[in-house]
């Protein structure tokens, strides 16, 4: 199954989670690979989006394998790193999808700012099981309406490889990360499709809510 975003040009996997496997549980272990597991061993690319997952990956590495840091110091500086490659403002107006124009300019501003947080508080602490696993970048491809997909592969030790690509947009005069797909499995669908049910049926408002108190908890939603 594949969806198109709606009002802008994009399409991306379903979310077809394997049904072993919790949603949840499945996106700390992959995005772990992600945002906090880009180690080196990415060779051969100059410029263009390649070099932004490059450049993510080389600075992620260096802190994980800092070990002057401790894990808190280790978030932090991840997610400063992450935070400027990734455009959240375009991930959470892809994730809500129609659903963004209920919002108002107000509520909008709160999404992006909660959402953003969420993901931090999420799978921020995925960076305390850090085993040495790098990633290879293993090719690319432009998309319609100008948007590139960067393909890589995590190489773990002892463990299956996990495919992992990345949506990047070039605004402003710089490519950002919109959207992650691990393993044929979209960030942007499977949060869609968590945040559409709750907006059916209680509302815009009750979504930012939500988040604001397990962000203040510290917890994920409930997969």
């Not at 909660?114 to 432009?142: C, P």
């Not at 948007?147 to 605004?171: C, E, M, N, Q």
Request: with cysteine.
């Amino acid at each position: 199954m594949r969806i198109a975003m709606p009002d802008d040009g994009l399409t991306i996997p379903g979310p077809q989670v394997p049904p072993s496997l919790p949603r949840v549980h499945r996106w700390s272990g992959a995005l772990l690979g992600v945002c906090l597991l880009l180690a080196g061993a990415v060779q051969g690319v100059t410029n263009g989006p390649s070099a932004v997952v490059q450049e993510t990956a080389d600075a992620s590495v260096a802190v994980l394998q800092d070990k002057s840091l401790s894990a808190d110091q280790k978030r932090h500086k991840i997610e400063e790193i992450v935070y400027a490659h990734f455009d959240f403002d375009i991930l959470a107006r892809l994730v809500l999808a129609r659903n963004w124009k209920q919002l108002t300019p107000d509520q909008q501003q709160q999404f992006v700012a909660e959402f953003k947080k969420h993901l931090s508080l999420t799978y921020g602490k995925n960076v305390e099981t850090y085993n040495n696993e790098r990633a290879v970048i293993t090719g690319e491809r432009e998309e319609s309406g100008g948007d590139w997909t960067v393909k890589s592969k995590i190489l773990r030790p002892g463990a299956s490889d996990i495919l992992v690509d990345y949506r990047l947009r070039h605004d402003g005069g710089k490519w950002r990360v919109i959207d992650v797909i691990i393993e044929g499995v979209s960030l942007v669908a499977n949060f869609r499709s968590q945040f559409q049910e709750i907006i059916s049926n209680q509302g815009p408002a009750k979504l930012i809510d939500l988040l604001r108190e397990k962000n203040a908890k510290g917890e994920p939603l409930k997969s």
